[in-house]
């Protein structure tokens, strides 16, 4: 075996659905500045009043959906991680979680005391934000800075385009686009509006319906929204669906702060109001299931949608431990540009 390591990282996860666990995970993920970009104090003021209340509602959300295993989202980017051992031949492949455990500082540790020098990092996260392909590029940086590791690293780059990634999508959803539905809803998960604007120099984003389809190469490098857009549009085009089959919505809103639009409760109440009664949904914006898929979109946007008149809500699986996904990893992180 060599020694150039692949390191996985997914958002992350609590330890359990106590609610104590659960304010710790939320306390960890809210006060990162990439996630709410506010200055500290502020920051902390605001964390402070979510977590007096929300760690209880999250966890009965996370009780809701919790495997025998663990967390779903974990035990799913576990199996992940055994598959792509089959396929990365180069060196070992370590799982990290940006939040709560293992996490990027342990999973570093461990390939640092293996020899390696080498790693590339893969954010699993299709499209480009701050706040989350940023945030794990710069949290593995801290922790070569502070622990002195002698580490070069490959970063996977943002993949919503690439043709890998579009058709292990269209793998893993063309049986249940095989079957009989009235409408197709891809729903990413939301971001507010002022992360966008923060990264785009050229004034461009949210300028009009057509923002994200004419935005120059500059802007959608890191414009989150632009980026769905294009995955959603290519997953169309791959699997021949008309316009009128399929549209694209934002989920996971937090907080007063205006999101990018449209929202996925609101394109809920709408399908159903238009006579959609069997309703698709994916959500390409996480490779694997998790509270957002499984309980947002699984259990109360399925109550959500049959309150407004729809019948059915099929919640189309993430890419998981797909082999269709596998295969398209391994070949996305072999071609990762070097970053020294």
Same mark, same amino acid.
């Given at each position: 075996?060599?020694? @150039?390591? *692949? ?16 304010? +710790? ?30 760690? =209880?509602?999250?966890? @009965? ?33 370590? %799982? ?25 990092? =893969? ?6 934000? &701050?706040? /989350?392909?940023? /945030?794990?590029? !710069?949290?593995? +940086? ?13 970063? %996977?780059?943002?993949?919503? &385009?690439? #043709? !890998?990634?579009?058709?292990? *999508? ?11 539905? &009235? @409408?197709?809803? *891809?729903?990413?998960?939301?971001? #507010? ?11 461009? $984003? ?7 389809? /004419? ?12 980026? $769905? ?11 021949? *669906? ?22 996925? !409760? ?23 299931? $998790? ?7 699984? &259990?109360?946007?399925? !109550?959500?949608?049959? =309150? ?13 431990? @797909? ?7 391994? /070949? %996305? ?8």
């Amino acid at each position: 075996m060599s020694n @150039h390591a *692949l390191l996985l990282v997914n958002l992350g996860s609590p330890a359990s659905t106590e609610v104590a666990d659960v304010r +710790r995970y939320l306390n960890q993920f809210l006060m990162d500045p990439y996630v709410v970009d506010l200055p500290w104090p502020l920051r902390r003021l605001l964390v402070s009043l979510i977590l007096l209340k929300r760690p =209880a509602a999250s966890a @009965h959300a996370y009780a809701s959906i919790w495997w025998a295993e663990g967390s779903p989202l974990v035990v799913l980017s576990r199996r992940l991680q055994a598959a792509m051992r089959a396929q990365w031949t180069q060196g070992p492949v370590e %799982l990290a979680m940006r939040y709560g455990e293992p996490s990027i500082e342990t999973a570093l540790q461990r390939l640092a005391a293996q020899g390696i020098q080498q790693v590339t990092l =893969a954010p699993l996260y299709p499209q480009f934000a &701050d706040s /989350t392909t940023t /945030t794990v590029i !710069e949290e593995a +940086r801290r922790v070569v800075r502070a622990a002195n590791l002698d580490m070069r690293f490959s970063i %996977l780059a943002p993949f919503y &385009d690439q #043709p !890998e990634y579009i058709e292990a *999508l269209a793998d893993s959803a063309r049986p249940y686009l095989e079957q009989d539905f &009235d @409408h197709l809803l *891809l729903s990413f998960h939301g971001l #507010p509006e002022r992360h966008l604007r923060k990264l785009d120099p050229a004034k461009h $984003c949210l300028k009009g319906p057509d923002c994200c389809r /004419t935005a120059p190469p500059q802007v959608l490098a890191t414009c989150y929204r632009a980026q $769905c857009m294009r995955s959603a549009a290519a997953f169309a085009e791959r699997m021949g *669906l008309r316009p009128e089959q399929w549209s694209v919505s934002f989920q996971s809103r937090l907080g007063r702060d205006k999101w990018i639009e449209p929202y996925t !409760e609101s394109r809920l109440a709408e399908l159903a109001g238009q006579g959609v009664k069997k309703l698709l949904v994916m959500c390409p914006a996480f490779v694997a299931d $998790c509270i957002e898929t499984l309980e947002e979109i699984g &259990d109360r946007g399925l !109550e959500q949608f049959q =309150a407004a008149g729809g019948e059915s809500l099929q919640l189309v699986p993430c890419l998981n431990d @797909h082999p269709s996904w596998v295969a398209a990893l391994k /070949t %996305l992180s072999e071609r990762a540009p070097l970053m020294l």
